[in-house]
Structures are given as structure tokens and as C-alpha cells.
């Protein structure tokens, strides 16, 4: 490479207590390895429990948000930190302690190298690791057929919120994000803008501590409101462009 990559995960935290500190501390361990200056960003999305404070005890940085804006406006909060800061690439790494850090390079390396401008950390391509309960499966690979039936990509683990994209990507999230339950419409967001996008092998864990936001009665909702988005977004963008 002919220069460091500067590399910013964004790490969208809400009440997190229990799990954000060693997320962090996986995060920097993983990225000593890397040839890349990787930053860690927490998103704390106006948590109601200690993240705030023992991030701030611990010199972690963060952007504290005043108001709660949910998934995808925390998320797109460290993105238009990533392009305001030059960042040439942004990672998304949950706060809870799903995401294995370890597999950072595997999920950088093809954005790094200009073979994809989205990658998504898969847990299906290997069927190693904590591969989430029977019905989530279902709800995903139903997700995964409707992306492909709107856009002809086919992505496996559409709701992995472990991606890395680069700088171009970073630009579009910035700007065009969805608020709820976002990760599935940015994969048809920018596959329809024109993006190489593409996904990595990666294991995943069952949560660390404290609690989904996605309960049993929250499901069902997911999945109509998503479907919704997925079909919304596809007549919307039928005429966006990559820039």
C-alpha cells in the first residue's frame, strides 16, 4: 500500500454497560496486528445506564448523543464523523460483544485492497460460530431473497451489522442511512447506487451481556417494516446514481 489507511469503527453503543469496555479492549488488541491506524468511535446514543460515564473514566472516545436516535442515526452519526475527519475507510462493530474483533482484517482486507467498496461480515458462508435462533434464520434468508429479488445481489447475512466500506461508501451513508433497523436497506441502498458489495467470512458470539433491543414482539414488526423499507427504497432510488 502506498500509504496507512486510516480506519474509524464506529461502534453504536445504547446501555451497554456491561459489555462496552471489552469491546473496546478486544477492538485495540485485534488492531495491533493490522497495518492499518485503526480509531475506535462509540456512538453512545443517549444510554440510560453507565456507558457514558465509564467511557468517559476510561478515555474512551465517544460521541454522546442528547437525544436518542436509534440504530441508524447512531450509526450515521459516526459516519459523517468518519467523512468530516478523512477517514478512508469505516468499520461497524456492535457494542455488545457479537462481533469478534478478531475477524477486523478479514471484513478490512477486500476494501482495503479495491475489490469491494462494501464488505459485510457473514456468519453463513462458514456456519461457524453462534449462528442466531431458528426463527431469525428464517427471518433472514427471507430478507436475503427479497434483497436479491430487488437488486439481483445476493447477500447472505443481510443483518449483520459487522461491514466495513470505504471512503465513497462512508460519503453515501452520510448521507443517505435509514433510521430503524437499517442494515439490510443499506445493502440495497448501495448495491442500487452503483457499489461493489460483497461479504467475508466471520464468527460470530451470542451476546455478551444486558439485553436485545429486538425482542419476540418486536419480530414480527422487524420483518413488516423492513419488507416495507426494502420495496419503498427500491422505487425510490430508481434513479439515484453513485456520484
Not at 439485553?211 to 422505487?235: D, E, H, N, P, W
Amino acid at each position: 500500500m502506498k500509504k496507512q489507511l486510516k480506519v474509524l469503527v464506529i461502534i453504536p453503543c445504547y446501555n451497554e454497560q456491561a459489555n462496552i469496555l471489552n469491546t473496546v479492549a478486544a477492538l485495540r488488541a485485534a488492531a495491533e496486528a493490522l497495518p492499518f491506524t485503526v480509531d475506535p468511535l462509540v456512538v453512545n446514543d443517549c444510554s440510560t445506564d453507565a456507558s457514558a460515564a465509564l467511557l468517559r473514566q476510561n478515555g474512551i472516545p465517544f460521541l454522546d448523543l442528547p437525544v436518542n436516535l436509534g440504530i441508524g442515526g447512531a450509526v450515521q452519526s459516526g459516519y459523517r464523523y468518519a467523512v468530516a475527519n478523512g477517514y478512508d475507510i469505516t468499520v461497524q462493530l456492535d457494542g455488545d460483544g457479537q462481533h469478534d474483533p478478531d475477524f477486523l482484517g478479514t471484513v478490512l482486507r477486500p476494501v482495503a485492497a479495491g475489490e469491494l467498496d462494501l464488505c459485510i461480515g457473514s456468519r453463513f458462508l462458514e456456519k461457524k460460530g453462534f449462528q442466531t435462533s431458528f426463527m431469525r434464520r428464517v427471518g433472514i434468508r427471507f430478507l436475503s431473497g427479497c434483497i436479491r429479488l430487488l437488486c439481483g445481489e445476493r447477500v447472505l447475512d443481510v443483518t449483520s451489522g459487522f461491514r466495513a466500506a470505504n471512503a465513497a461508501v462512508t460519503e453515501f451513508f452520510a448521507v443517505h442511512y435509514a433510521t430503524d433497523y437499517p442494515e439490510p436497506e443499506a445493502v440495497l441502498a448501495a448495491v442500487l447506487a452503483g457499489f461493489r458489495v460483497g461479504e467475508a467470512p466471520v464468527e460470530m458470539r451470542e451476546r455478551q451481556g444486558g439485553v436485545s433491543s429486538i425482542g419476540k414482539f418486536k419480530s414480527a414488526y422487524y420483518m413488516i417494516k423492513v419488507t416495507l423499507s426494502l420495496v419503498i427504497s427500491r422505487l425510490s432510488m430508481r434513479r439515484l446514481r453513485r456520484k
